[in-house]
């Protein structure tokens, strides 16, 4: 309704405009040819005339009709410069908000619809310096108004922010048309005002606020830099603080190019995904999947039969598989790659300055260009009372403490239904744990879409977890009788014995310890960064769990990239940080993976999407694995091809994932997968025939009966 309100009178406008050809009175040689009457009438009813004129110049920009340049000159030579402009730069102002209110009532929607992700982009580049945008478009006349008007419209802007900067920005054009208008007799034509010399001078003012932003940012960073002393000689190209994923590749890169740079780690080289995360999780996933598999071996034709499980042989298993990826990640690798390896406590003094204590007793001080801060991230422990006085253990404390167990513990609580909580409940389960998980939100993995949820709730149900939702944990308790944590679940409270409990609530950026305080560099979660990956100053850089949004491994790495080179290179181009297509994997069984928008997320943003999903059930080599749980499910423009997100529940839901990962990084869509050969009989034919499924439902009927009637008439 409200669209129609708006689209009836701008109809109704614009459809008199051109059907009586008003278009004929607003051209120069008319406003010349009238220019005597005009001035009579003001003389005779100057208020009636001001008045219909700003009525007139508001319906013909607030319409984006042809004619304002026309009216900006008719204004000067009827009221004079200084009436004139005030009078065209309210009018203006006004009928340019008015066309930026229609098109966002009657196209944001729509084009939302459409772009949804390339308008978000731009969205958050308006939050952040849309005035300053807006303020340089005014500037320059050589820009069409009315256009402005109507794509400002799409963006996030506030109207308040759009009409002010607008007034402003377009007060220097409206003064020189004004003053032309004033000499009108004079004026053969429109050109003869916007001549390739004042088009010159608007665009040099134009190009002036980003000379002056430029200037003001150089010497806001003089401000910041004042209270140090720069070293007039340094040491090292760069520093980087932690020797996790986003440290090791920003050392690496950094080595590459030839820089002398300095690896500062003050625990484990490989950070916590080699040393408590990724890798031992995994490697505990395999040993429980394999022990679930023998307890079901009849679904492949064997006999079922209890596995016997020594928990001492389980985790030296783990601690041997870290050992022989530790390599990868040692100090001896990355000194023959040309990184200084430091082990020991780094703290930034100053900018350009980093301490070090070392771990071995020899501290030292090393000036450098640059800093890249990639200090991970910790488990976060939630201050429920009397934790401490029981047996709990984190994501990261849990590997040493159960490598002392003597047998597995018989019954864990599980605290947290994310990725972690729930990879981990679902293996010691399967190892021969009772194993109750307690997750406050009304689902497990929350994050993805109901579906999912619902699946892997089944599953873990199916496996005999004691999945409880919706459930708040209240205290901790030790008694004579054993440990317990008191929960509550509607309105009631109730108790859970364990041997152990696993705290699995989540991760939290490490944002004290190494000189952020004193430097006064900005934190909230985590770091505070430019979408350069630069805090407040420009030579420090953040990246990976530090720094955020996203806490994977991968994605440290690849922020790693962007902290190096920008850190070394900057001076000659930096590059944003691309997170456009970021995949993730839970490594339950059935996996989950995700790349891109979910269903959930698409309705939350009010995305128009078509949803194909294809069921593992139909994929022969799932069901000769008897791996048919899961699907593959892509989300698409309605009717187009092009993939905006992909969810696969099953076995090897990351590997499958990598595809389509590919396919969104370079803009290949459903039908490129589908004309793309996939070995027979794979996992990875599942992404085929999805893209088969999309392809079938979006089959060009109409086309069809054409052909079906065709084959009629060749069988006579």
């Avoid at 720069?230 to 440290?247: E, H, L, S, T």
């Avoid at 920003?250 to 300095?262: D, G, Q």
């Avoid at 181009?573 to 691309?578: L, V, Y």
């Avoid at 928008?597 to 949803?611: F, H, R, Y």
Wanted: with cysteine; hydrophobic share 45%.
């Amino acid at each position: 309704m409200k669209r129609l309100l708006i689209l009836i009178p701008l109809a109704a406008i614009a459809f008199a405009f051109f059907y009586f050809d008003l278009g004929q009175y607003l051209t120069l040689d008319a406003l010349k040819a009238r220019q005597s009457d005009f001035a009579a009438f003001y003389c005779q009813s100057p208020v009636e005339v001001i008045a219909t004129f700003f009525l007139i110049y508001v319906v013909v920009t607030g319409a984006s009709l042809p004619g304002a340049a026309i009216l900006t000159l008719a204004a000067g030579a009827m009221f004079g410069l200084v009436a004139g402009t005030v009078i065209v730069s309210f009018a203006s102002s006004i009928g340019a908000t008015l066309a930026f209110f229609a098109s966002r009532y009657l196209f944001r929607d729509v084009v939302r619809a459409r772009f949804g992700d390339r308008l978000r982009a731009i969205d958050s580049g308006v939050a952040r310096d849309g005035a300053f945008y807006l303020f340089t478009l005014r500037l320059v006349p050589a820009f069409p108004f009315f256009l402005i008007n109507l794509l400002m419209g799409l963006t996030a802007i506030r109207s308040g922010t759009f009409y002010l900067v607008s007034q402003i920005g377009m007060l220097a054009g409206t003064v020189v048309f004004v003053n032309a208008g004033t000499q009108l007799a004079q004026i053969e034509s429109l050109a003869g005002i916007a001549s390739p010399a004042l088009l010159g001078s608007f665009v040099a003012l134009g190009i002036f606020p980003w000379i002056a932003r430029a200037v003001v940012g150089w010497v806001k960073t003089r401000r910041l830099y004042a209270k140090w002393t720069k070293p007039k000689q340094f040491d090292r190209n760069m520093v980087v603080i932690g020797a996790g994923a986003g440290g090791l590749v920003s050392a690496y890169i950094a080595a590459t190019v030839k820089a002398k740079v300095t690896l500062v780690e003050a625990h484990k080289m490989g950070g916590d995904c080699l040393n408590f995360g990724c890798v031992p999780s995994k490697a505990l996933i395999r040993s429980a999947k394999l022990a679930h598999q023998t307890r079901h071996a009849s679904h492949y034709g064997l006999a079922d039969s209890e596995p016997v499980v020594p928990f001492p042989a389980v985790m030296a298993r783990i601690r041997q598989v870290i050992t022989d990826i530790e390599p990868h990640d040692s100090v001896e690798r990355y000194t023959g790659l040309g990184v200084e390896v430091v082990q020991g406590y780094a703290t930034i003094v100053d900018p350009w300055t980093v301490a070090i204590k070392g771990n071995h007793g020899i501290d030292q001080t090393l000036t450098t260009r640059s800093i890249v801060i990639a200090a991970g991230g910790s488990p976060f422990v939630p201050p429920i009372p009397g934790l401490d006085s029981v047996d709990y253990v984190t994501s990261d404390t849990m590997w040493d403490r159960f490598s002392t167990l003597d047998a597995l513990p018989k019954r864990i609580v599980v605290l947290g239904g994310g990725p972690i909580g729930c990879e981990l409940a679902q293996s010691f389960a399967r190892l021969g744990s009772h194993v109750t998980q307690v997750e406050q939100s009304a689902r497990i993995m929350a994050r993805e879409d109901e579906d999912v949820s619902t699946l892997i709730a089944a599953r873990f149900r199916d496996e005999g977890i004691d999945l409880r939702t919706g459930t708040r944990a209240v205290r901790c308790e030790r008694r004579e009788a054993g440990q317990f944590l008191m929960v509550e679940a509607e309105g009631a409270e109730a108790e859970i014995g364990f041997d152990f409990l696993i705290v699995a609530v989540g991760r939290v950026a490490r944002l004290t310890g190494y000189g952020l305080e004193a430097l006064g560099i900005e934190t909230g979660k985590t770091v505070i960064t430019n979408e350069y990956l630069q805090t407040i100053y420009p030579n420090i850089y953040a990246a990976g769990d530090v720094a955020g949004p996203y806490q994977f491994t991968h994605v440290a790495a690849h922020q790693a990239w962007f902290a190096a080179v920008n850190a070394l290179f900057g001076r000659f181009r930096k590059f944003k940080a691309d997170y456009r297509v970021i995949p993730w994997t839970t490594f339950t069984d059935p996996e989950v993976a995700r790349v891109g928008l979910s269903e959930a997320e698409a309705k939350e943003q009010k995305i128009a999407v078509e949803v194909t999903t294809y069921p593992l059930h139909e994929l022969d080599r799932a069901i000769a694995d008897s791996a048919t749980t899961g699907f593959v499910k892509v989300l698409t423009p309605p009717g187009k091809d092009k993939i905006l997100g992909v969810t696969i529940v099953g076995e090897h839901a990351g590997d499958l994932l990598a595809e389509y990962v590919l396919a969104m990084k370079h803009g290949l869509g459903l039908n490129k997968l589908l004309g793309t050969i996939h070995t027979y009989p794979t996992l990875a034919e599942a992404n085929k025939y999805a893209a088969g499924e999309w392809k079938r439902a979006n089959a060009p009927q109409g086309i069809l009966r054409w052909l079906g009637r065709y084959h009629a008439w060749m069988r006579g």
